[in-house]
T-cell receptor, first 115, second 119 residues
Framework: AQTVTQSQPEMSVQEAETVTLSCTYDTSESDYYLFWYKQPPSRQMILVIRQEAYKQQNATENRFSVNFQKAAKSFSLKISDSQLGDAAMYFC????????????FGTGTRLTIIP | GAVVSQHPSWVICKSGTSVKIECRSLDFQATTMFWYRQFPKQSLMLMATSNEGSKATYEQGVEKDKFLINHASLTLSTLTVTSAHPEDSSFYICSTPPSRSGSAYNEQFFGPGTRLTVL
């Protein structure tokens, strides 16, 4: 079974600074997707960024980028120029490319932005 | 992108009563919906998958008689918490499953959630 681990229950960062959230996962599959979801106080789940495992290039979405290390099964999220609106719970998630279409979520990291 | 709505957004009920939560796909047809439960400060746990025209499939450990799921149409899935108790208080979220078109992946869309408080 796949597992997703987020070892940082809470993180904080000064506004405009950069922060990195960690995620590791365990799978025997070679083809899969990885995601970072944001859950702000409204609790609406918002997709931040997606990475296909077969792509070596790290995904980037504006101020959000990932460091995908397939061999190490690591998938960290870097948020640059942190803004107050980035304050939220961040969940790392895994999805196999075939068969089971169910996301496996990590336990989450609560990110606080310090003004 | 696809929009998923939930109703109500917040419900308070007395212990022993039943509560129905609706999940609607607003601009597309959904043959499948996922139902998640989220306790405070915890992650999302998949409870069950509703399937239009057939029975829902439940994850291990989820009581089928407690959490009744019905996929009445291609735009409506419902979760009924029967004989609710305080321990059923939680945040319930529905979502579309991810979909694939060849090698491309299509995003999974989440409803805004329903907060259930059982007194």
């Amino acid at each position: 079974a796949q597992t997703v681990t987020q070892s940082q229950p809470e993180m904080s960062v000064q506004e405009a600074e950069t922060v990195t959230l960690s995620c590791t996962y365990d799978t025997s599959e070679s083809d899969y997707y990885l995601f970072w979801y944001k859950q702000p106080p409204s609790r609406q789940m918002i997709l931040v960024i997606r990475q296909e495992a077969y792509k070596q290039q790290n995904a980037t979405e504006n101020r959000f980028s990932v460091n995908f290390q397939k061999a190490a099964k690591s998938f960290s999220l870097k948020i640059s120029d942190s803004q107050l609106g980035d304050a939220a719970m961040y969940f790392c998630a895994y999805l196999p490319n075939f068969g089971n279409e169910k996301l496996t979520f990590g336990t989450g990291t609560r990110l606080t932005i310090i003004p | 992108g696809a929009v998923v709505s939930q109703h109500p957004s917040w419900v308070i009920c007395k212990s022993g009563t039943s509560v129905k939560i609706e999940c609607r796909s607003l601009d597309f047809q959904a043959t499948t919906m996922f139902w998640y439960r989220q306790f405070p400060k915890q992650s999302l746990m998949l409870m069950a998958t509703s399937n239009e025209g057939s029975k829902a499939t439940y994850e291990q450990g989820v009581e089928k008689d407690k959490f009744l799921i019905n996929h009445a149409s291609l735009t409506l899935s419902t979760l009924t918490v029967t004989s609710a108790h305080p321990e059923d208080s939680s945040f319930y979220i529905c979502s579309t499953p991810p979909s694939r078109s060849g090698s491309a992946y299509n995003e999974q869309f989440f409803g805004p959630g329903t907060r259930l408080t059982v007194l």
